[in-house]
């Protein structure tokens, strides 16, 4: 599968979720087309003079799916896969994953079409600063706040908020999440997606009956999101047989070391020939018969082509839209339990948002406060998501879009469907 046909993917695939929950709501047309449309679409161009002189010229975009619930929230994403329609189909996961977890914004993605690997810190400073100042009219701590995705992190954030103040004449913190702490970020926002995902994970095995203690789990995608994931997971007793990353993958039945797995990952830029499994083919890792399976990387890797392989019993998602729409029909006749991206990494939002109500009050939390304030809202949104497929019949994932589709298309109806 090509990269392009991923991404257009996406796209279909979130529109594909959005027109299953307007028909369970039983909306009109009109409210399908508004609520489908984004709101607003920035494409800039992102000229940045290398190291050595040359000029390159990128494409950044940034997409406000929606502000019917409050200001535009999302992340930005630097990979030389991103495209206007991936950026889209993210910016409209963000708005049912706000909305889902009752947090009051709308949804938005940004990105730039680079490989960040590719660039030395100093470049991908100047390409920061440039793309920032592309897109500044647009965002702002009341319109849109940017926070890290794919290939970004918070050094990103601390360029971006230094740039943006810079148009402004002044500091604006809060025009983006996910900072360093030094300039205002919140404690537990670097592990918060991974936290969420592995507490959401634990409240689908209890579901299932099945003891974290006698749980296996593989995770694809050994990155921002994974390698956390896999330690809280493990922390709680799972037994994490086998995780990968775009250059290999390991496999140990009893179990992988996962403090020596991260040495050597983060010593080698990758898990592979990690010394404490055996080599395993990555596209093989979505395939072992475990209890949970967590893709934590990127769009569609659970397709049409290997749903029908699939022997776990549940998938959580750490990803956004890791599952396809034609991977969902078949997984659903198999019976696994799929735990959609809109409630599973949502975390990283949920603190996110935590990280701008600190800001706006100039009040500190400690961690203890960010932890529970994330679990408890990641408890209660996943009981509302649970509730809503036993009354309904449905899966999660059609649960969790009638849910947050409904809150969003309610506030649309308040505001005179101008928003
Ligand atoms: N990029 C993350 C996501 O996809 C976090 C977004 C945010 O914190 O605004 O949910």
Redesign the pocket.
């Known amino acids: 599968m090509t990269a392009s046909t991923v991404q257009a993917n996406a796209l279909d695939d979130a529109r594909v979720q959005l027109a299953e929950a307007v028909a369970v709501l039983g909306y009109p047309e009109g409210l399908h087309r508004i609520l489908g449309a984004a709101r607003r679409e920035t494409t800039v161009s992102v000229p940045l003079v290398r190291d050595n002189g040359d000029v390159e010229v990128f494409t950044g975009y940034r997409v406000q799916h929606s502000i019917a619930r409050g200001p535009a ?3 930005i994403r630097y990979s030389s896969e991103v495209n206007l329609d991936e950026v889209r189909a ?1 910016a409209m996961w ?1 708005t049912w ?1 706000c909305a889902l977890l009752d947090i009051p914004y709308g949804g938005a993605k940004g990105g730039v079409d680079v490989d960040p690997r590719t660039l030395s810190p100093a470049e991908l400073e100047r390409l920061t600063r440039t793309y920032t100042q592309g897109i500044s009219p647009v965002i702002g701590p009341d319109n849109d ?5 794919v290939g970004t992190d918070e050094q990103t954030m601390a360029w971006m908020m230094d740039a943006y103040s810079a148009t402004r004449g002044r500091g604006v913190p809060g025009v983006v ?2 900072k360093p702490l030094d300039l205002g970020g919140s404690l537990g926002r670097r592990t918060s ?1 991974s936290r969420g995902v592995a507490h959401i994970s634990l409240l689908a095995l209890a579901k299932e009956g099945i003891a974290p203690s006698s749980a296996t789990a593989v995770v694809q995608g050994y990155g921002k999101v994974g390698a956390d994931a896999a330690d809280y997971l493990a922390e709680a007793g799972v037994r994490i047989i086998s995780v990968s990353d775009r250059f290999g993958a390991v496999h140990n039945t009893d179990g992988l070391d996962l403090s020596r797995l991260r040495a050597h990952s983060e010593e080698r830029g990758t898990v592979a020939a990690f010394g404490g499994g055996l080599p395993i083919d990555p596209a093989a890792v979505l395939e072992l018969d475990v209890d949970l399976l967590v893709p934590a990387a990127v769009e569609g890797v659970v397709n049409a082509d290997n749903a029908s392989r699939v022997c776990a019993r549940i998938i959580v998602e750490g990803a ?1 839209g890791p599952t396809t729409a034609e991977a969902d029909k078949i997984l659903e006749r198999s019976g696994v339990l799929v735990v959609p991206d809109i409630l599973a ?2 975390g ?2 949920v603190v ?1 948002y935590f990280e701008w109500v600190q800001a706006q009050q100039g009040y500190w939390w400690t961690l203890s406060d960010v932890e529970r304030g994330l679990d408890d809202r990641m408890t209660a949104a996943w009981s509302s998501v649970l509730d809503q497929a036993a009354t309904t019949g449905s899966t999660l994932r059609r649960a969790a879009m009638a849910l947050a589709v409904g809150r969003v298309a309610r506030a649309h109806r308040a505001r005179g469907l101008t928003h």
């Open positions: 929230k999302g992340g993210l963000m994953k706040i940017p926070a890290p995705d999440t996910g997606t956004n990494n949502a990283g939002v996110s």
